[in-house]
């Protein structure tokens, strides 16, 4: 094979490659977070909007819709939505990681692995760092799920949001509201 085909071959292989990512099946994903009220009233609740995309070179993000904050409670929600996460004017938060993708295509099908996961939370123009360890499940050789080993807990102060828990404990007339939530997720991939 002469030079100037085998370069070829490797361009077009390679932008195969880069053109393939996963992507985050929202039907099949659950983000979850437990808040405390009252003293010890624990509630869980959950985002029903995700999605996201991990390239090929391990870049990872995960956008959460907030508006589709969902904790069985209409009416809550809707404060939520207004006094919390003011999603007029900040209708999405973002998790940016980045890991070594060997971690995942080294994982046989039918078998899992775990992985420590370090990035940046981005919401309503604040950024935190955040933390943990998943397990990894490779199911067939184009779905992954990712799964949260440990919860990750997120202090409301961390991200300028005391101001709207107080808002929220005062309209609903309660003793206490926790400062900081537990935040656990299943997220399932698709390599597209």
Known sequence: MNKAIATTLMLVWSAGLQAESWVLDNESSHLSFVTVKAGDLAEAHRFRRLSGEV???????????????????PIRDERMREHLFRTIQFPKATVSLQFDPEQITSIAEGSSG????????????????????????????????VVSRKPV????????????????????????????????FALSFVLR
């Open 114 to 145: 775990t992985l420590s996961l370090d990035g940046e939370l981005t919401m309503m123009n604040y950024r935190i760092p955040v933390r943990t360890d998943a397990l990894v499940v490779r199911l067939t050789p184009t779905e992954v799920l």
């Open 153 to 184: 807990v997120v202090h409301a102060a961390s991200l300028r949001m005391v101001e709207g828990i107080e808002k929220l404990r005062e309209i609903a007339s309660l003793p206490s509201i926790s400062k900081a939530v537990t935040v656990n």
């Open 55 to 73: 390239s090929i070179d391990g870049a990872a993000a995960i956008v959460i819709d907030l508006a589709s904050v969902d904790t069985l409670i």
